[in-house]
């Protein structure tokens, strides 16, 4: 299991915009190269539910709510993986946990706000 680190999270102004860092920092190139990556968010009283993933080879999906308005990227040689979050609306607000597709190892995670 690898050892995964959000950050970024904060407090937006509704249609702002924040992104979202995932670091790897325990991670060789080789071992987080290959993964296959997404971010996961948990709003209060909701199941985890997937946001977006990356493959090792950097094809991306969204859930449908997030379409147009989120981007998820990777840098291998930085070994990490970020969520850029554009138009943010109220219900965008949770905890966003990156990891592994399919990873049961949960971090801290990251908080998001969004004021109407």
């Known amino acids: 299991q690898v050892q995964l680190v959000e950050s970024g999270g904060g407090l937006v102004q509704s249609g702002g915009s924040l992104r979202l860092s995932c670091a790897a920092p325990?991670?060789?190139?080789?071992?987080?190269?290959?993964?296959?990556m997404a971010w996961y968010r948990q709003a209060p009283g909701k199941q985890r539910e997937l946001v977006a993933s990356?493959?090792?080879?950097?094809?991306?999906d969204y859930v449908d709510s997030v379409k147009g308005r989120f981007t998820i990227s990777r840098d291998n040689s930085r070994k990490k993986v970020f969520l850029q979050m554009n138009s943010m609306k109220p219900e965008d607000a949770a905890v966003y946990y990156c990891?592994?597709?399919?990873?049961?190892?949960w971090g801290q995670g990251t908080q998001v706000t969004v004021s109407s």
């Open positions: 990891n592994t597709m399919g990873g049961t190892s």
């Open positions: 990356i493959t090792s080879s950097g094809t991306t």
């Open positions: 325990r991670a060789i190139f080789s071992v987080f190269a290959p993964l296959d």
